[in-house]
């Protein structure tokens, strides 16, 4: 079975600092992938980064990165320079190779407030 | 191209009364799912599919129904509708190896 813990429901950052959202996972695939989602308000669920068990560098996607430590089995997401709309809900998911379904498994998210 | 799209946006049901949320993607990908998000909570899946003809049960499947008849539809059958239904259910799609396209969300309420 495959868990995802996130165990920061919520923080806040001062707007143009950087902050650290943290997940932690728990799976017996050698292979499998990592993924963070955004949710605004509004509802949807924006993808934001996506990192690979056998990939050898952090993923980067502009103000986003992805610290990832494969012995510890974190992952986690670094936002640089905050900015008022990152104020959101963010997840962390993981997708399992021995998973037939390929579906995701979802952490229970952290709420991130940026101040002004 | 439409993505992932779910009907309706928001339903209110009395206990005991029964509803389809539909979702249809025109992406050709033959992985969809279903999860539904309680308030505060994270994405628990109820129902997902491989492929055509072919479903299997998630994490928390009790009182829904799926059926997968063609590539672009799945939709989710609510039964007899419980207070414990009151969520937000999400449809998403992948092609396997890809991203997931996520639908915007059915907001059901059950009074």
């Known amino acids: 079975a495959q868990k995802i813990t996130q165990t920061q429901p919520g923080m806040f950052v001062q707007e143009k600092e950087a902050v650290t959202l943290d997940c932690t996972y728990d799976t017996s695939d050698q292979s499998y992938g990592l993924f963070w989602y955004k949710q605004p308000s509004s509802g949807e669920m924006i993808f934001l980064i996506y990192q690979g068990s056998y990939d050898e560098q952090n993923a980067t996607e502009g103000r986003y990165s992805l610290n990832f430590q494969k012995a510890r089995k974190s992952a986690n997401l670094v936002i640089s320079a905050s900015q008022l709309g990152d104020s959101a809900m963010y997840f962390c998911a993981m997708r399992g190779r021995g998973n037939a379904g390929n579906m995701l498994t979802f952490g229970g998210g952290t709420r991130l407030m940026v101040k002004p | 191209n439409a993505g992932v799209t779910q009907t309706p946006k928001f339903r209110i049901l009395k206990i005991g009364q029964s509803m389809t949320l539909q979702c249809t993607q025109d992406?050709?990908?033959?992985?969809m799912y279903w999860y539904r998000q309680d308030p505060g909570m994270g994405l628990k899946l109820i129902y997902y599919?491989?492929?055509?003809?072919?479903?299997d049960k998630g994490e928390v499947p009790n009182g829904y129904n799926v059926s997968r008849s063609t590539t672009e539809d799945f939709p989710l059958r609510l039964e007899l509708a419980a207070p414990s239904q009151t969520s937000v259910y999400f449809c998403?799609?992948?092609?396997?190896?890809?991203?997931?396209?996520f639908g915007s969300g059915t907001r059901l309420t059950v009074v």
């Open positions: 998403a799609s992948t092609k396997g190896s890809s991203g997931y396209t």
């Open positions: 599919s491989v492929g055509a003809g072919i479903t």
């Open positions: 992406m050709n990908h033959n992985y």
